[in-house]
């Protein structure tokens, strides 16, 4: 279902550095995407905290990121101006990070992800529930999952809708 070109993953990485200035603090670099969802990675130096361990921010962060950026690459082909907000999350931490990390948003079933895409075209606005996990020495320290909004702009201009 999703097979984008590098330069797409090159875009995406332009658009996380370029719209959410964090990004380029935390050193986040878009790994790859392909029928597994879209993984994110982040170096731990600038990530670390008091315990000198990945801060739980920073993980979280990087799991808001891999479901946001996979909503833009489900979305770069439609043709229109699309926001995408999370409306709201939950994140289990399981274990520290000592290393270099990565998030993989897990891609939905494909009819999910066609419900998704047709709401949006017909509605203007859908929303899309994804699971994210942070990965760290083959082991999975963080599970997150958030409920996204993706609207068109065009149609939603001066409607109170907020960016976050």
Same mark, same amino acid.
């Given at each position: ?8 993953? $090159? ?11 964090? $990004?380029?603090?935390? /050193?986040?670099? *878009? ?9 994110? /990675?982040? #170096? !731990?130096?600038?990530? +670390?905290?008091?315990?000198?361990? #990945?801060?739980? /921010? ?10 946001? &950026? +996979?909503?833009?690459?489900? *979305?770069?082909?439609?043709?229109? %101006?699309?926001? @995408? @907000?999370?409306?709201?999350?939950? @994140?289990?931490?399981?274990?520290? @990070? ?11 079933? $494909?009819?999910? *992800?066609?419900?998704? +895409?047709?709401? +949006?075209?017909?509605? &203007?606005? %859908?929303?899309? #529930? !994804? ?5 760290? &020495? &083959? ?9 996204? *909004? ?12 907020? /960016?976050?």
């Amino acid at each position: 279902m999703i097979a984008p070109s590098p330069e797409a993953l $090159t875009d995406l990485e332009r658009t996380l550095h370029a719209e959410i200035p964090l $990004t380029r603090a935390m /050193g986040v670099r *878009v790994l790859r995407a392909d029928q597994n969802g879209l993984a994110l /990675g982040a #170096a !731990l130096a600038p990530n +670390l905290n008091h315990k000198q361990t #990945a801060f739980g /921010g920073s993980l979280n962060s990087l799991a808001t990121l891999a479901c946001w &950026g +996979l909503i833009q690459l489900l *979305v770069r082909d439609c043709g229109k %101006a699309i926001t @995408v @907000v999370i409306q709201e999350s939950s @994140v289990h931490f399981l274990k520290p @990070v000592m290393q270099d990390f990565e998030a993989i948003c897990a891609l939905p079933s $494909t009819p999910e *992800v066609e419900k998704f +895409l047709r709401t +949006l075209e017909r509605k &203007g606005r %859908a929303r899309l #529930a !994804l699971d994210a996990a942070i990965h760290t &020495g &083959g082991a999975i320290a963080l599970r997150f999952r958030g409920q996204f *909004v993706a609207y068109d702009r065009a149609r939603f201009q001066g409607s109170g809708q907020q /960016g976050n």
